[in-house]
């Protein structure tokens, strides 16, 4: 499998009802290569059908879908599951799981997930009244993930990527960040930028 684009767009269109298509052209030009299709209130049907479009109109998307491993498998598209859900048999790829603490993502990484998503790090008004758990439960997450890539959720902007890079994430997952932008194109600019000049300074190449 080739790497994993280091920004994941997570849909949610219950907090942003705006045209999500226009928004996803807009992003997809200035970085976004990769799309978590969630939407737990949709019928089968229309998961379906806005998975087919969306392949047809972002060709250069890594599409994945939450939460129904079937429809993963049948239409060819990554599988994502909450911390809580059962194990699928034969997941499709990629197969990432959420973990929101040090027992989920050991549970995650036997059973073979190719990436986490690890949050909330940050408060958001996702989970309302919720505090985040912080950059040192991410960095632990990080080094238990032995490898596999970490993905930070929740509170996450341009700014704070630095931070949770420097805390051993290899990438971010967002929603509001972009779904929520008065620029949707600018804001996923200024966050593959800050991903990228995070990456080269870790690594020592700026």
Known sequence: MT???PLLLVSDSRRFPRDFHQVVRRATRD????LQLREP???????????AQLRRWFPELELSLNGDAAMAAELGVGLHMAQAAPRPSSPARPYGRSAHDDAAV?????????????????PTSSKPGRAGCGLESLAAACKLARGIPVYAIGGITSERVPEVLGAGADGVAVCGAILGADDPREATRALA????????????TV
């Open 193 to 204: 930028e800050a991903l990228e000049s995070s990456k080269e300074a870790r690594h020592g």
């Open 31 to 34: 970085g976004l290569r990769w």
């Open 3 to 5: 790497a994993l684009p």
């Open 41 to 51: 209130g949709w019928s089968p049907e229309l998961r379906r059908s806005e998975l």
């Open 106 to 122: 050991r549970r995650a990484i036997d059973e073979g997930v190719d990436y986490l998503v690890f949050g909330t790090v940050y």
